[in-house]
């Protein structure tokens, strides 16, 4: 008999153009969102979505990040203040289960170990629902 496989999640990691902040996703990303509200559409960004402490990780050692709060007051839009790069949105309450969700920005990862990622559309705009999917993958939009 062989040795124990120890299976080791996948890692997905995003810095800002300095460096000053970093990201980390664990295990696989289910999917992107793209969306076309007032902030999300200004950033540009894409979002992947999970729980802070656990699928996502923020490191900040050097205290570069900085807020901005809006609207309803509920998220946080997180960006390094050296660089001016959108890290993540995070939100300001835990919800019932004492978990915080948060989403870090797809397109500071490398974009070869994200360019298979599906695509998802949310009319944050209008409708505040998810549109069809359309069988895009990150890859189309990252250019």
Request: with cysteine; proline share 6%; aromatic share 10%.
């Amino acid at each position: 008999m062989g040795r124990p496989v120890r299976i080791v999640p996948k890692i997905t990691r995003g810095t800002c153009h300095c460096g000053a902040v970093r990201w980390e996703y664990r295990g696989d990303i289910p999917d992107a969102t793209i969306c076309n509200c007032t902030v999300c559409r200004r950033y540009g960004v894409l979002w992947t979505y999970g729980y802070d402490g656990q699928e996502i990780a923020v490191e900040d050692p050097g205290n570069a990040m900085a807020a901005y709060i809006c609207g309803s007051r509920r998220i946080s839009f997180n960006f390094c203040k050296l660089c001016g790069n959108l890290i993540a949105w995070r939100s300001l309450r835990p919800n019932d289960n004492g978990r915080t969700r948060i989403a870090v920005n797809l397109r500071l990862a490398d974009p070869q170990q994200v360019a298979e990622v599906p695509l998802r559309r949310f009319d944050g705009l209008h409708s505040f629902h998810d549109l069809p999917l359309d069988g895009r993958t990150v890859a189309d939009v990252w250019f």
